[in-house]
């Protein structure tokens, strides 16, 4: 994926009633942006990433264009499907 550096940004929401997000995420230093899915979003109270995009599993990816539409989604993926999917969007 460094041939795409640059091109898209990550980000991961953990359920912050699964173990303990804040400790997996210093154990395992991505370089990516990492938030948790209790804060309320979008101006709906109570309605974290979660229930706004209506995520029923994790991991769940979502891939949105610099518009901001969602064009595709995804459950857990390898590196290489994860490519895939990004080389069609960019």
Same mark, same amino acid.
């Given at each position: 994926?460094?041939?795409?550096?640059?091109?898209?940004?990550?980000?991961?929401? @953990?359920? #912050? +009633?699964?173990?303990?997000?804040?400790?997996? $995420?210093?154990?395992?230093?991505?370089?990516?942006?990492? %938030?948790?899915?209790?804060?309320?979003?979008?101006?709906?109270?109570? @309605?974290? #990433? +979660?229930?706004?995009?209506?995520?029923?599993? $994790?991991?769940?990816?979502?891939?949105?264009?610099?518009? %901001?539409?969602?064009?595709?989604?995804?459950?857990?993926?390898?590196? @290489?499907?994860?490519?895939?999917?990004?080389?069609?969007?960019?």
């Amino acid at each position: 994926m460094e041939e795409h550096k640059g091109e898209f940004v990550l980000v991961s929401i @953990a359920d #912050p +009633s699964s173990n303990d997000p804040a400790a997996w $995420v210093k154990q395992n230093p991505y370089p990516w942006t990492f %938030g948790t899915g209790d804060a309320p979003a979008g101006g709906k109270a109570g @309605a974290g #990433p +979660s229930e706004l995009y209506k995520v029923e599993g $994790v991991p769940h990816t979502f891939f949105i264009d610099r518009k %901001g539409n969602i064009v595709d989604e995804a459950g857990a993926m390898d590196k @290489a499907a994860f490519a895939e999917k990004l080389a069609k969007i960019l």
